[in-house]
């Protein structure tokens, strides 16, 4: 699969890499016989929604992923005190 995405992008760059795996996610999905049923442009809609809800799926997760290493301090106070953190390392 690595050589495959390695030719693919060297014969015809980001486009035919993006065409392969759009195709490889949606080949079985537009078999489906709902969409014989649909107008092209209703197909077309739904193909545009499915598509943007999958890049916002990527987003957060790589937004996740990238917050996962971040460390967040909280304390917590009781009978209305303050609670003080302190974040350097000396």
Do not use: R
């Amino acid at each position: 699969m690595e050589n495959f995405f390695k030719a693919a992008l060297g014969i015809g760059g980001l486009g035919t890499v993006g065409a392969a795996v759009f195709f490889g996610l949606y080949k079985q999905w537009l078999t489906l016989g709902i969409f014989s049923q649909l107008s092209g442009d209703q197909t077309f809609s739904i193909m545009i929604i499915f598509l943007v809800l999958v890049f916002l799926c990527a987003i957060v997760l790589i937004g996740a992923h990238a917050l996962k290493g971040v460390k967040i301090n909280s304390a917590k106070a009781s009978n209305n005190s303050i609670a003080i953190i302190n974040d350097k390392n000396k």
